[in-house]
């Protein structure tokens, strides 16, 4: 069956590190794949989609990388910020609509 | 705002209840999606409609759980003779399906939580 795995355990960083964080995925070929933030109590928001046929993308502060040989996206927060704790989470499509959400990752920022 | 509205927010049952969410998306989204989510744990996709119709609905979810979006516009999810095991956080999402298919945002409300007794 389809299986994503995000960083079990929580990421505890120090503010203006870099924050990697990892989805792995199997028994799936994604079309596409997605990063969400969720706060406590939220629901999650959109940050960033990478297509299949993409190695990279950016935005501001964030970057994604696809490797489907490899089956796995990595997220980077640069210059991460107390205000970037939250939890993460990656969700894959193929394009017949739904997305299938990995469990997350919690990030916390330290001043 | 006219972001994703999902009432009630929070709603508490005695084991055997019915309850019934509503989900009202952003007006020009044609596609609306149901997932659940638990403490710990990713949003699990629970089904979705495109306008008035139901396109996919989990094999995982019992048929104590129905979903309608009669008008293509809001859309409720109802859940009979509620469980214990129903307890979470249910999440309405909309989205826009282009020409080239889906591979848009989902647009997420703020959820309703669900606690049975």
């Known amino acids: 069956s389809q299986k994503i795995e995000q960083n079990s355990e929580a990421l505890n960083i120090q503010e203006g590190k870099t924050a990697t964080l990892t989805c792995n995925y199997t028994?799936?070929?994604?079309?596409?794949l997605q990063w969400y933030r969720q706060d406590p109590g939220r629901g999650p928001v959109f940050l960033l989609l990478i297509r299949e046929n993409e190695k990279e993308k950016r935005k501001e502060r964030l970057k994604v990388t696809f490797d489907t040989t490899l089956k796995q996206s990595l997220f980077h927060i640069t210059a991460s910020q107390p205000a970037d704790s939250a939890t993460y989470l990656c969700a894959l499509g193929s394009g017949g609509g739904k997305l299938i959400f990995g469990q997350g990752t919690e990030l916390s920022v330290k001043p | 705002d006219t972001g994703v509205s999902q009432n009630p927010r929070h709603k508490i049952t005695k084991r055997g209840q019915n309850v019934t969410f509503r989900c009202d998306p952003i007006s020009e989204h044609n596609r609306l999606y149901w997932y659940r989510q638990t403490l710990g744990q990713g949003p699990e996709f629970l089904t979705y409609?495109?306008?008035?119709?139901?396109?996919?609905k989990s094999r995982l979810l019992s048929d104590r759980f129905s979903a309608e979006r009669p008008k293509g516009s809001f859309s409720t999810l109802e859940i009979q003779r509620t469980e214990q095991g129903d307890s979470a956080m249910y999440l309405c999402a909309s989205s826009v399906q282009g020409a080239g298919g889906n591979t848009g945002e989902l647009f997420f409300g703020e959820g309703s939580r669900l606690t049975v007794l």
């Open positions: 028994n799936y070929s994604p079309a596409y």
């Open positions: 409609f495109q306008n008035e119709a139901q396109l996919e």
